[in-house]
């Protein structure tokens, strides 16, 4: 054992050096100043009456231990790779000291499995659009016709139909769920009222997918959200080279829940995917904090140009609007994430695509590289017109992903792209 207690680091330390510390134990590895991937499917066990009461756990007839409490029985349950990154990742949601996470192979079944834990037939989740097309696909079509579970959409900007519906569906309500800054629109939701609001009038708790700002810029569990969503795929991987998800849940027993309920459906995530996650999670802030003054440079750039009508980018919302304030009160930065509409319609848009060299022509965020897309016709072609346009995008914008490249070069990119429409 090292010289402090490696599962709960003191108290006193800033999380940047939390983070450097948490989760692993050299010492339980020969003294390896990184660990090993523990890429096996089983784990021995001491004695037989030790892995009963794992089994009595694992089965539910004993009260489960939060997933990073567990020693391993089998990978798919958990693996050593596993609870060291979710020690890691909770030491940065801030509001909830006893907050955990639960890692999934992807952010789609993340969402998914939360909801198997929280809702059954019969019972309501609201859901905020626009929201990514992936999730829009889940909510109006899986969770509803294959669980039985009524699926709401609402507009969450929108305070008033946020009351209404919950107060409408109060007896059912099971799971608010949202996105801020919503995919693409940026549009944001005011995550402190909508909790209160749900909290309110119903026994129902918030779910906010969190993926777009990534725990450096935003904490909803600090704002009254119960649990914190996220796509690791984007800039907790922040290399585009593995897929995966996380519930960060401020109940530690719901987040075990949610884990057995990953367990027994089935989704398992790789150790190697694990540790490479551990190892992104090292340089996480100064990614994101880079991404992000790439993005400030590149949106200052959009808005001047002759062949750009309209740019998004929290830091230009109009100073007295609502959005303003909300991204005032709940972020810690604008991201990395920018929509631009070009003069001209989709023509136009896919001319600038098929012509930019640095940003690739690719779905996705968070990464080294930049990445561009048409959320209309390509993450969002799923989304009926009708929502498309009510979320304030249209089959001319421009989604962009801002990697760590140099702004001047992207810059340069976006110029000669936008010369050719
Ligand atoms: C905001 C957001 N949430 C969830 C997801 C789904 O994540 P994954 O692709 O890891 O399943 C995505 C994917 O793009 C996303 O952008």
Known sequence: MGKHDWRTPPKKWNYKTRMAHVGYDP???????????????????????????????????DAPLAPDDEWPIYTRLSNPNFIMLCDRLQCLE??????????????????????????NPGDTLIFGYPIYGGTDHQFRHLIPEK???????????????????????????????????????LAMVDIQAVADLTHSHSNGILAV???????????????????????????????????????????????????????????????????????????????VLRAQENA??????????????????????????????????????????????????KKESYTILDNLNIFGLAVSLGGVESLAENPWFHTHLDVSDEDKEKSNFGPQTVRLAIGLEDADDMCDDLDQALAKI
């Open 27 to 61: 010492f339980l590895s020969m003294g390896a100043a990184r660990p090993p991937i523990f890429s096996c499917s089983t784990f021995v066990t001491e004695n037989a009456e030790k892995l009963e009461n794992m089994f009595r756990r694992a089965c539910g007839l």
């Open 94 to 119: 801030q509001g909830a000291d006893d907050a955990r996470a639960v890692y999934f192979p992807s952010g789609l079944s993340a969402i998914f499995t939360t909801v198997l834990a929280v809702c």
């Open 147 to 185: 669980l039985g579970v009524n699926v709401v959409p609402v507009n969450a900007t929108d305070l008033n139909e946020v009351e209404e519906t919950i107060k409408k569906h109060a007896d059912t309500l099971k799971m608010f769920f949202i996105e801020t800054p919503a995919n693409p629109s």
């Open 209 to 287: 997918d969190n993926t777009f700002m990534s725990p450096i810029l935003q904490h909803p569990l600090k704002h009254g959200a119960d649990i914190v969503i996220y796509s690791g795929t984007k800039s907790i991987g922040g290399h585009s080279d593995l897929i995966a998800g996380f519930a960060v849940d401020k109940d530690p027993q719901r987040a075990a829940k949610i884990n057995s309920i990953r367990v027994s459906s089935g989704p398992t995530p790789s150790a190697y995917d694990a540790w490479l996650l551990f190892r992104s999670l090292d340089t996480l802030e100064v990614r």
């Open 296 to 345: 400030q440079k590149v949106a200052n750039f959009l808005l001047k140009h002759p062949k750009v009508e309209k740019v998004v980018y929290p830091d230009f919302y109009d100073k007295n609007s609502a959005e303003w304030k909300i991204f005032q009160k709940q972020c810690e930065g604008p991201g990395a994430m920018i929509t631009f509409d070009p003069i001209g319609g």
